[in-house]
């Protein structure tokens, strides 16, 4: 089974206004990361925030983790219709294997 | 500076055949990691190579086997294909010191027929 669960399942929101989407996973990790996927092509890396991090920043994008609970967010601010696509987070536990998640699909509308 | 590269792009094979699926790391990554990823799911680990061994393998059958060779570049294998091994195929390289902080290939599509 998969370490890690995204909710919600689907996002549409329109052009500027925010997304956030949530990543829930069972058991102790290394660092979780975060991962954008264009219509079933290759994965582009966004970003990666260690176990002992609890928030980290990258342009529009804001990642934060909360190892008490499991959990982590991705925030994307003032969203482009370019930002329409698959978001997957994935936990390292450290032995050499990612886990992902079935993703969040998000939709911009322009 | 080149990235990961995979091919070929589309492959398309009847059941019972066998395949192989090449990846070429992004310049200076030593360790390849292999996913299957079905339409509608998130990708799923098969196997992670570093020094020419398999180090770490997930829940797949022995009909997927694979290989590194000293330039770092992989192979994945599937034998004895089946309907249910249809799915897109991405390697992931990254360095071993790196908090395995990967970064993908554009993914091998397999369709059996």
């Known amino acids: 089974s998969q370490q890690g669960e995204e909710d919600p399942q689907a996002l549409s929101i329109q052009e500027g206004e925010n997304a956030t989407m949530n990543c829930s996973y069972k058991?102790?990790?290394?660092?979780l990361q975060w991962y954008r996927q264009n219509s079933g092509r290759g994965l582009v890396h966004l970003i990666l925030i260690r176990s002992n991090e609890r928030e980290k920043h990258s342009g529009r994008l804001r990642v934060t983790l909360d190892t008490s609970k499991k959990s982590s967010s991705l925030l994307i601010t003032a969203s482009r219709a370019a930002d329409t696509a698959s978001y997957f987070c994935a936990s390292y536990t450290g032995g050499f294997k990612t886990i992902f998640g079935a993703g969040t699909r998000l939709f911009v509308k322009a | 500076d080149a990235g990961v590269t995979q091919s070929p792009t589309h492959l398309i094979k009847t059941r019972g055949q066998q395949v192989t699926l090449r990846c070429s790391p992004k310049s200076g990554h030593d360790t390849v990691s292999w996913y299957q990823q079905a339409l509608g799911q998130g990708p799923q680990f098969i196997f992670q190579?570093?020094?020419?061994?398999?180090?770490q393998r997930g829940n797949f059958p022995d009909r997927f086997s694979g290989h590194q060779f000293p330039n770092y570049s992989s192979e994945l294998n599937v034998n004895a294909l089946l309907l249910g091994d249809s799915a897109l195929y991405l390697c992931?390289?990254?360095?071993?010191?790196?908090?395995?902080?990967?970064?993908f290939g554009p993914g091998t599509r397999l369709t059996v027929l």
């Open positions: 190579y570093y020094e020419e061994e398999e180090r």
């Open positions: 992931a390289s990254s360095l071993a010191t790196s908090d395995n902080e990967q970064f």
């Open positions: 058991t102790s990790i290394n660092n």
